[in-house]
């Protein structure tokens, strides 16, 4: 049907010429030089005119289907190598996967080479090394694959891991930070990052950091528990202030603290314990005496009461205070040793002996309990061999510090701590006195 329409235009195109050559028999002479004339009718010069653009849109139509052909060729064949490292690939994650480390790497080493700007064989290639436990070789080739997409994330987050693996936090730390930068909200990251500060000391760094992992988490539970995190973390914050006498900053990191979480006990210990540092006792006792207030059977602030008061030659005030708690709460064991403790510290060795005979004859007989009289014994001179050796076997300190254990796993403690050194978790060590007699 082409051939035929294409024969019908030909033949319209030279009816058309020799019906312009019967009407217009002019002739025109061309001058080529002074001797070469050429004489020819015009209409001659108009279909040779014609022919030669048509043959000139043919030859050009011709030149451009043939770049087109050739074009299509090499995509064609492009796009085989490209299906062929594909599937070097995934042949190369399936030996992976069945621990064939060597054949996986060759086989993803060969797809890398054709398709060099693909982040994802970046990673699987990296992968073969990380299963070898060879972080450093998995570092080189995710840092090549970075060249080619710095904005991938995939790259980055197995880079920061190698990077750690590798034992350089320094670069785990660059990638971490690219990856907030790329996705700010990025939970992995800014865990892996908040953790890094934190081994690293610095926990404002940290808290900041959690304050946006506490603020992207979803559900009720993870914002609760990521929120105890942050609070901890700055509290962190403001205790190594403390240590570093940068008492302003520790105060604004504590009050911080108290705003999240009013009863978070170890705040208030640090609070007053930065009052009392600069100079404000007073302001130090009142903040104590309103944590104990509205907190109680916080045996840790009665502590703290206890030895500013003796600091500042005023034993009676927290020997008074000791007296009332036990007579709202005659019950009360712990209070009942506390006292005991105290009378000891005080020299007043018959009182002590008397609250603590009185105790054991009421049956409590456990190791704090025993440790404490017999303490008591051995200022009286009483047993002296037999209380050392009392004492000896349980290592306890001559200040009687009562033992501490965590309400959270269960971990025991010879000083309270703001957080457990076991579990991690803050504000949970509490007086234990009826503990298990290791103490670490």
């Known amino acids: 049907m082409y051939?035929?329409?294409?024969?019908?235009?030909?033949?319209?195109?030279?009816?058309?010429?020799?019906?312009?050559?019967?009407?217009?028999?002019?002739?025109?002479?061309?001058?080529?030089?002074?001797?070469?004339?050429?004489?020819a009718p015009v209409t001659l010069f108009l279909f040779a005119?014609?022919?030669?653009?048509?043959?000139?849109?043919?030859?050009?139509?011709?030149?451009?289907?043939?770049k087109r052909a050739?074009?299509?060729?090499?995509?064609?064949?492009?796009?085989?190598?490209?299906?062929?490292a594909t599937e070097d690939y995934k042949k190369g994650v399936e030996a992976m996967n069945r621990g064939e480390n060597q054949a996986a790497r060759a086989l993803i080493e060969k797809a890398v080479g054709v398709k060099p700007d693909d982040?994802?064989?970046?990673?699987?290639?990296?992968?073969?090394?990380?299963?070898?436990?060879?972080?450093?070789?998995?570092?080189?080739?995710?840092?090549?694959?970075?060249?080619?997409?710095?904005?991938?994330?995939?790259?980055?987050?197995?880079?920061?891991?190698?990077?750690?693996?590798?034992?350089?936090?320094?670069?785990?730390?660059?990638?971490l930070e690219t990856l907030i930068s790329l996705d700010p909200k990025n939970t992995y990251a800014l865990k892996k990052l908040r953790d890094i500060r934190i081994k690293d000391g610095q926990w404002r760094e940290a808290a900041l950091l959690q304050k946006t992992v506490a603020d992207c988490v979803k559900?009720?539970?993870?914002k609760k528990r990521e929120k105890r995190f942050l609070t901890g973390a700055l509290f962190e914050a403001g205790a190594r202030c403390f240590e570093d006498g940068s008492l302003s900053e520790a105060l604004i990191n504590v009050k911080e603290v108290l705003k999240l979480d009013a009863a978070f006990m170890p705040a208030h210990l640090l609070l007053g314990d930065i009052l009392y540092k600069q100079g404000h006792t007073d302001g130090a006792v009142k903040v104590w005496e309103k944590a104990y207030l509205k907190h109680?059977?916080?045996?840790?602030?009665?502590?703290?009461?206890e030895d500013i008061y003796i600091a500042e030659s005023e034993p009676q005030r927290i020997l008074d205070r000791y007296k009332k708690e036990i007579s709202s709460r005659p019950g009360d064991?712990?209070?009942?040793?506390?006292?005991?403790?105290?009378?000891?510290?005080?020299?007043?060795?018959?009182?002590a002996i008397e609250e603590l005979e009185r105790l054991y004859h009421e049956g409590e007989d456990s190791f704090y309990p025993q440790a404490l009289l017999g303490e008591a014994y051995l200022r009286r001179k009483q047993g002296a061999k037999a209380a050392q050796l009392f004492q000896s076997a349980l290592g306890l300190d001559r200040d009687l510090s009562p033992p501490f254990s965590?309400?959270?796993?269960?971990?025991?403690?010879?000083?309270?701590?703001?957080?457990?050194?076991?579990?991690?978790?803050?504000?949970?060590?509490h007086v234990s006195v009826i503990a298990p007699r290791k103490a670490v």
Not at 413 to 425: D, F, I, L, S, V
């Open 219 to 222: 559900g009720d539970e993870g």
């Open 406 to 429: 965590c309400a959270s796993c269960g971990h025991v403690h010879r000083e309270w701590e703001a957080r457990c050194p076991e579990c991690g978790e803050w504000n949970t060590m």
């Open 296 to 305: 109680h059977n916080s045996l840790p602030v009665l502590l703290r009461l």
């Open 3 to 39: 051939t035929k329409i294409l024969f019908v235009v030909v033949i319209f195109i030279l009816g058309f010429f020799l019906y312009l050559h019967i009407q217009n028999p002019a002739v025109v002479t061309i001058v080529i030089s002074g001797q070469n004339t050429y004489t």
């Open 70 to 84: 050739w074009a299509g060729f090499l995509a064609g064949r492009a796009r085989k190598v490209v299906i062929a």
């Open 333 to 351: 064991t712990n209070m009942r040793l506390m006292l005991a403790r105290l009378y000891l510290r005080l020299e007043m060795v018959d009182n």
């Open 119 to 175: 982040p994802e064989m970046h990673v699987g290639l990296a992968e073969t090394y990380l299963r070898e436990n060879k972080p450093k070789e998995a570092l080189k080739i995710l840092e090549a694959g970075i060249v080619h997409n710095p904005d991938s994330s995939a790259l980055l987050n197995v880079a920061a891991r190698a990077s750690l693996d590798a034992g350089e936090p320094g670069r785990a730390v660059r990638a």
């Open 49 to 66: 005119a014609f022919f030669i653009g048509a043959s000139l849109a043919v030859f050009n139509s011709l030149i451009v289907d043939a």
